[in-house]
């Protein structure tokens, strides 16, 4: 919010320093610092709330050694670091950005997930908590979602060279030049495009592009409607197995904290280096670009 409303301050009465809102780097800073505040001054705060509306947990009976240590310790710790990722995200993100809106449906989703659980857990005194199943649904649906909208959304694009685009067959959404550096005090422009595709990127490996259309190729003329729902199966199984993974670390000794904050500060690097552009092209990764007049 604070994006949109420095952006038409600045527009229309040309506030100095309310142009530092339309830099990615200030913003993300800003985001850090605020994200840490809420957690320092709010954090404790809502721990205690929770031990004193006696909100613990409930520990079924593994035969572990020191489970019951477990026994009362406070639940729903999940709202601390909910509000920790929403209310920067809010207030400091472009909210006509789809992969903003897609990420805080994702973490209002997944926490009302998790919410439910712990309320089964703790207000209906069911140790189970929600059902596996019922989990794994509202995954399921959530992967649907983010699949279908990558598919679809012409705001879901990647960069790459027009002649590169077109040698691909790719669906360009946008043509548009850009400077290159002057010989003998020429200036030259190449042109680039944001195309639609199912290329992606693999982290820490060297060419790192696939695209997924190379594993339907075999078919045909349904290549496209095959390729559609071989996307987003991969995408339902990743949200289902990252939604997992902390509950896999978590458990007895309650690391969810602690593997939350190392895939966070790494999900934050991915995010800040794809959407600076001189960074992207130099480690080889896909940049975006968001424009609401397309």
Not at 123 to 139: A, E, P, R, Y
Not at 220 to 244: H, K, P, R
Request: with cysteine; net charge positive.
């Amino acid at each position: 919010m604070l994006y949109h409303f420095f952006e038409y301050i600045d527009k229309y009465y040309n506030l100095p320093g309310a142009g530092l809102f339309q830099y990615i780097t200030f913003r993300a800073a800003f985001a850090i610092i605020l994200s840490l505040l809420i957690s320092l001054v709010y954090g404790g705060r809502i721990i205690s709330s929770l031990k004193r509306l006696q909100v613990g947990e409930t520990v079924r009976e593994l035969g572990l050694e020191g489970q019951k240590a477990k026994e009362g310790t406070p639940t729903m710790g999940g709202i601390i670091i909910i509000m920790a990722i929403l209310i920067p995200c809010l207030l400091l993100a472009r909210l006509d950005n789809v992969y903003i809106l897609l990420m805080i449906f994702t973490t209002i989703w997944l926490g009302l997930i998790g919410g439910a659980d712990d309320y089964i857990k703790v207000f209906l005194k069911n140790k189970d908590g929600l059902s596996g199943k019922t989990k794994i649904f509202g995954q399921i649906i959530l992967g649907l979602v983010v699949g279908i909208t990558m598919l679809v959304s012409d705001h879901i694009v990647i960069r790459m060279p027009l002649d590169a685009a077109k040698a691909g067959g790719y669906k360009v959404i946008k043509e548009y030049s850009i400077p290159l550096p002057k010989v003998n005090d020429i200036s030259r422009m190449t042109e680039m495009a944001y195309v639609k595709t199912t290329m992606t990127n693999v982290p820490f490996i060297k060419h790192n592009n696939f695209d997924y259309k190379i594993l339907t190729n075999f078919v045909g003329d349904n290549a496209s409607v095959l390729l559609s729902i071989v996307f987003t199966l991969i995408v339902i199984f990743i949200v289902i197995a990252v939604s997992n993974a902390a509950n896999l670390t978590d458990g007895i000794d309650g690391l969810a904290a602690g593997t939350s904050a190392i895939v966070g500060v790494t999900l934050g690097i991915f995010a800040y280096v794809s959407g600076n552009t001189i960074i992207a092209d130099y480690l080889n990764i896909f940049t975006f670009q968001i424009q609401q007049n397309w």
